[in-house]
């Protein structure tokens, strides 16, 4: 039986190589489908990421405010902290925006301090106090807007508070009593990236501390990802 080699066949030996080859647009289509396939994977790793942060910052800005009931009254648009000096009670300069980082109830008066402004730092106090564990989370603020001394006896209970001097002035681009009020008849509370975002009730009371936490507890755990505990 004779044979038959790759020479005696010129054509089918160079369709045979021809059809071996890869089809240059088919690998041009296959490298551009893994490509793609790669960048979907990739974005679709960093959205499970960020899908908490996505999900707090929601639930902060658009389904609580619009389906929960507030004892204290949603500040919109949030006023952001100034960017100015205060001082310390030693009268160091320092930064306002140091506070930034946690969130602050935040009350505001004379270094006399009067009746309501002890009312309103043992509230304070108090319901930083029951949070628990994300009390760490928070800070009480007493923001006094004079130059007059505070009593010995005042000072000794605000261990835990950060007290800082700034004129009302300063505080008036940011902090704003209701209509009738003065600014230091309400309590404050400021988000993490320092916006001042809600407004408690004027002349407020101990047996409404409970509402006033419950505010506090909603927002403590829509913004689980904003802050740092212990700044």
């Known amino acids: 039986m004779q044979k038959h080699t790759a020479e005696d ?3 089918q030996a160079l369709g045979l190589t021809v059809y071996d080859l ?16 790669g960048r979907w994977r990739m974005v679709m790793v960093m959205l499970v990421c960020a899908a908490p942060v996505i999900a707090s910052y929601l639930t902060y800005y658009v ?5 929960l009931r507030h004892f204290g009254e949603l500040i919109q648009p949030v006023q952001p902290m100034p960017d100015i000096m205060v001082q310390s009670l030693q009268g160091k300069p320092v930064p306002l925006n140091e506070l930034k980082g946690q969130w602050l109830i935040v009350s505001v008066s004379t270094a006399a301090c009067d009746e309501l402004c002890q009312s309103n730092l043992l509230l304070q106090r108090q319901i ?5 564990r994300e009390k760490e989370r928070t800070e009480w603020v007493w ?14 209970g605000l261990a835990d508070a950060v007290v800082l001097r700034a004129t009302a002035e300063q505080l008036a681009p940011w902090l704003a009593p209701q209509t009738g009020h ?33 505010d506090w507890d909603r927002l403590l755990r829509a913004s689980v990802s904003w802050d740092k505990p212990g700044r």
């Open 143 to 156: 923001l006094i807007t004079d130059n007059a001394p505070v009593s010995a006896n005042l000072q000794a």
């Open 22 to 37: 890869p089809d240059p647009i088919e690998a041009a289509q296959e490298d551009a489908a893994r490509t793609w396939g």
């Open 63 to 67: 389904i609580r405010p619009q389906t």
């Open 128 to 132: 930083r106090a029951s949070l628990g």
């Open 9 to 11: 066949h010129p054509s």
């Open 182 to 214: 003065a600014l230091n008849e309400h309590l404050y509370l400021v988000d993490p990236h320092g916006n001042w975002m809600m407004r408690f009730p004027a002349h407020l009371q101990m047996d409404q501390a409970t509402s006033l936490k419950r």
